[in-house]
């Protein structure tokens, strides 16, 4: 039952709890609606209820493993949010003074600090809200490097088939084109196709490493030297950072400009889709072009860059310090770690994902790059399976709802047919693992001897199988008291 | 796998139909259809858009991804389909019935770049390696 349906018309209902400050209610009239708004008149304990029950309804990591792959679904640490929110941090306003908020200031001069020590970059801004907005940042810095250099004939952006969609629509949104090139048959990037894409005309190229097909790029080196020689600069998208963390240095790999997704790497909450965080990093080639704020620190005392500072800087993502809480709760994460766990992170997360690999390949699962080493995550390709029977890599990641397990991402990378990205992330036991394998021998298993079974889960869900077609053919999202 | 003899096929996996009065008509290849699933959503060039050889042209969205429909031929658009617009679903009934958009060629010397069906399934064939 929606909530509108629990409705009474004339319902009043207050809160319980006392109000903390009178009420001011200084709005002009000529600017107060003239009807009310339709929300659902209920009772606070109803309305409880309506949040409690959805809580219910929801699939996350804080009840089930979620490998979802390319997503790095790993533990937020509560120690992180309850830090994070200290009245100290909540109530400090955006505006106030620097000098009321130097402990603030200090523990983002302290995140850029530590994020460019891990990445190998000359300097970093935390500004930016999300990790396409990342991007954004990363690829009008480029533009604006080379317009500075009066470098206005690069109109191109090179992209492996491979890269996350975001890539080619950034460099859409920056006014290039996408030039396009394909994967070999190990994963890697076909390095005679980017020879022979690199000319006068581009600007950088964008590459995901490890990449979306869950294997390090080995010939990273090399294609940096093609493509620096040829004028271009290179942008790292950091959404597989988990897998190489403290490991190996995007800076030392010859990338120019990057970005972190902390929602993901640095364990900040993501499951409903934000907010998000993605610092960029950059090479001295690009320092002046870094968005701002920025935090300096200066003779004992901390302070925020402008565009007085930074003349040359691409300007501001964000009204203030983009999601400033988010930036919080990843600090807290890197310092309760300490430089030591940081690099455990990036071990485990290797080691959780090649094992599960080895024992789903046991099980006789087909593996997509079988002579690779997974890094943080490993594709299964269910296209045997579905050419002998009928059931698909959507059937199997709905069977496991049945059993305890958020599906892993299904479809994505597109290179794969019916493909399963599965990232385990660093945070999970080898005992959660083996509950996984096993209830993949028994999807397999029902695969030969009930396939029916498989191909209409869920069955224990609060909803079985949806149709996902007609939901998205005839969309309808709003409720409508009419009925 | 179905490959209709009659038709022309462009790498990208679009069917070209050439009409008598010189025009061509473009779809998508039941391989295509098969591989990206139940459609949801399709949007299609506007009538008298002039397109170039391979740029991207139209969106074919299913459950399953979003991909883009490139012009086979260079050409004027000079009629879309807008039933497989309300019904995406035709595309997956009969992917070369529910054809997407008509083109009046620019450059009739293109139209010999076409694979024919022969070469198109030796496409599939390799892909399927």
């Known amino acids: 039952m929606l909530i509108f349906e629990h409705s009474r018309k004339n319902r009043l209902n207050y809160s319980q709890a006392p109000a903390t400050r009178p009420a001011k209610n200084n709005i002009p009239d000529n600017l107060k609606r003239k009807s009310a708004p339709l929300l659902p008149e209920v009772s606070e304990m109803d309305t409880v209820r309506h949040y409690t029950r959805l809580s219910q309804k929801n699939f996350s990591i804080d009840t089930e493993f979620y490998p979802l792959g390319s997503c790095t679904m790993k533990y937020n640490p509560r120690a992180c949010n309850a830090l994070a929110m200290l009245p100290q941090f909540l109530s400090r306003h955006p505006l106030a003074p620097e000098d009321t908020g130097q402990g603030f200031l200090a523990c983002m001069y302290e995140l850029q600090e530590i994020l460019k020590d891990v990445t190998g970059m000359s300097a970093v801004s935390l500004t930016s809200m999300a990790g396409a907005q990342g991007e954004l940042i990363g690829i009008t810095m480029i533009r604006a490097y080379h317009e500075a250099r009066g470098d206005t004939e690069r109109t191109e952006i090179i992209i492996p088939d491979a890269a996350h969609g ?24 076909d390095m005679e196709a980017l020879k022979a894409a690199v000319s006068p005309r581009t600007a950088g190229l964008m590459l995901t490493n490890p990449s979306t097909l869950g294997v390090f790029e080995k010939k990273v080196a090399e294609m940096s030297r093609v493509v620096h020689e040829a004028g271009g600069l290179l942008y790292y998208d950091g959404a597989n950072l988990n897998a190489v963390l403290g490991k190996v240095k995007p800076g030392d790999m010859g990338f120019d400009v990057i970005h972190m997704n902390l929602h993901k790497t640095f364990s900040t909450p993501h499951g409903g889709g934000g907010p998000g965080a993605a610092p960029v990093g950059v090479a001295d080639c690009l320092l002046p072009y870094l968005p701002i704020p920025i935090v300096a620190h200066e003779q004992g005392v901390y302070r925020w860059l402008t565009e007085k500072d930074r003349p040359q800087s691409i300007g501001r993502l964000s009204a203030h310090m983009g999601n400033a809480g988010v930036l919080l709760r990843a600090y807290i994460y890197v310092r309760l770690l300490g430089a030591e766990g940081m690099f455990r992170i990036a071990e485990y997360a290797t080691l959780n994902a090649n094992y599960l690999l080895a024992e789903l390949r046991k099980l006789g699962f087909e593996i997509a790059y079988p002579s690779r080493r997974a890094s943080h995550e490993f594709i299964v390709t269910m296209k045997e399976i579905k050419d002998k029977t009928g059931v698909t890599a959507m059937h199997l990641a709905k069977r496991l709802l049945d059993k305890g397990f958020h599906a892993p991402t299904v479809y994505f990378p597109l290179l794969v047919p019916e493909c399963l990205l599965i990232e385990p992330a660093e945070t999970e036991s080898k005992e959660t693992l083996d509950r996984f394998v096993v209830a993949m021998k028994e999807i397999l298993d029902e695969i030969d001897t009930q396939p029916e079974m498989v191909k209409t889960a869920p069955h224990n869900m609060p909803l079985r199988k949806i149709d996902d077609v007609k939901a998205a053919r005839e969309l309808d999202l709003v409720w409508n008291p009419a009925g | 796998m179905s490959v209709p003899a009659e038709l022309k096929y462009a790498k990208s996996h679009e069917w070209i139909k050439l009409e008598a009065d010189g025009t061509v008509t473009v779809g ?34 299913s459950v399953k991804a979003a991909s883009d429909i490139y012009a086979p031929l260079s050409g004027e658009v000079i009629a879309i389909n807008a039933e497989v617009e309300s019904s995406p679903e035709k595309i997956n009934e009969d992917s070369y019935s529910a054809w997407l958009f008509k083109l009046k060629p620019a450059n009739t010397a293109e139209i010999d770049g ?11 064939e390799s892909d399927a390696h």
């Open chain 1, 166 to 189: 975001t890539n080619p629509a950034t460099a859409v949104m920056c006014g290039y084109k996408v030039i396009e090139i394909p994967t070999d048959r190990d994963g890697d990037v």
């Open chain 2, 28 to 61: 998508i290849t039941q391989h295509a259809q098969e591989l990206l699933g139940d459609m949801v959503f399709v949007e299609l060039p506007k009538v008298g858009r002039i397109l170039a050889q391979q740029e991207d042209c139209a969106v074919v969205e």
């Open chain 2, 114 to 124: 076409l694979l024919d069906a022969n070469g198109y399934e030796k496409l599939l």
